[in-house]
Structure formats: structure tokens, C-alpha cells
């Protein structure tokens, strides 16, 4: 994983069935269907996936969308919007995409 984090490989698979806010994100990692828990026997914090969410981004493997009437205004590969946490969802790229499908856990 970029930085060789191990909480991105992990953050990228909250992430890989939908776009997901990040309370969404904690909570599945926080939870016995992700391996965080059982892996490293802590709770994951939210300052953690959001460092990880930015680095991601950066790293051009996600990218932000915000809800706009009934679509989402997707803001492009490598892009932080100036926009409310609160207000964002996070989708894989298809280079996150890629990157996920060849993670090792």
C-alpha cells in the first residue's frame, strides 16, 4: 500500500462495493466483518481513516464525490475538495480499484 500502511489496504476495502462516507468507514472496520480488529486487537479512530482517506486520495487509488440533487459531482483523481467532511463519500478509482484487488491482508 502507499506509505506502507496497512489501514489503507483496509480502508480500500470498506470502500469497494460503494462509495461510503467516513463514519460508514470506522464503523465496518470496527466491526467482525472487516479483519482490522482481530488483526492488530484495537479499534481503529477516525482520525486514522481520515489520514488514510487523504493519503488515498493523493495517492490517486480514491476519489471524492459529493451528493448534488439525485447525482454526485465527482471531484476527480487526486482532488480534496473544500467541502464539509460530512458532505463526502469516498469511492475507489480504477487504480484503486487494481490496487485492491491485488492486496494482500
Same mark, same amino acid.
Given at each position: 500500500?502507499?506509505? /506502507? /500502511?496497512p *489501514?489503507d489496504?483496509?480502508v *480500500?476495502?470498506?470502500?469497494?462495493?460503494?462509495?461510503?462516507?467516513?463514519d460508514?468507514i470506522?464503523?465496518?472496520?470496527?466491526t467482525?466483518d472487516?479483519?482490522? %480488529?482481530d488483526r492488530? &486487537?484495537?479499534?481503529?479512530q %477516525?482520525? &486514522?481513516? *481520515?489520514?488514510?482517506l487523504m493519503?488515498?486520495?493523493?495517492?490517486r *487509488?480514491v476519489e471524492?464525490?459529493?451528493?448534488e $440533487?439525485?447525482?454526485f459531482?465527482? =471531484? $476527480?483523481? $487526486?482532488?480534496?475538495p473544500?467541502?464539509?467532511? $460530512? &458532505?463526502? =463519500?469516498?469511492?475507489l478509482?480504477g487504480?484503486?480499484?487494481?490496487? =485492491?484487488l /491485488?492486496?494482500?491482508s
Amino acid at each position: 500500500m502507499p506509505q /506502507n /500502511n496497512p *489501514l489503507d489496504g483496509f480502508v *480500500l476495502d470498506a470502500i469497494s462495493f460503494d462509495a461510503e462516507q467516513i463514519d460508514a468507514i470506522v464503523a465496518y472496520l470496527n466491526t467482525t466483518d472487516s479483519d482490522w %480488529r482481530d488483526r492488530f &486487537e484495537r479499534v481503529v479512530q %477516525r482520525p &486514522e481513516v *481520515l489520514a488514510s482517506l487523504m493519503r488515498l486520495v493523493r495517492d490517486r *487509488l480514491v476519489e471524492v464525490r459529493v451528493p448534488e $440533487g439525485n447525482d454526485f459531482v465527482e =471531484y $476527480g483523481e $487526486g482532488v480534496w475538495p473544500d467541502r464539509p467532511l $460530512g &458532505e463526502m =463519500y469516498f469511492d475507489l478509482t480504477g487504480r484503486g480499484r487494481v490496487r =485492491y484487488l /491485488n492486496w494482500d491482508s
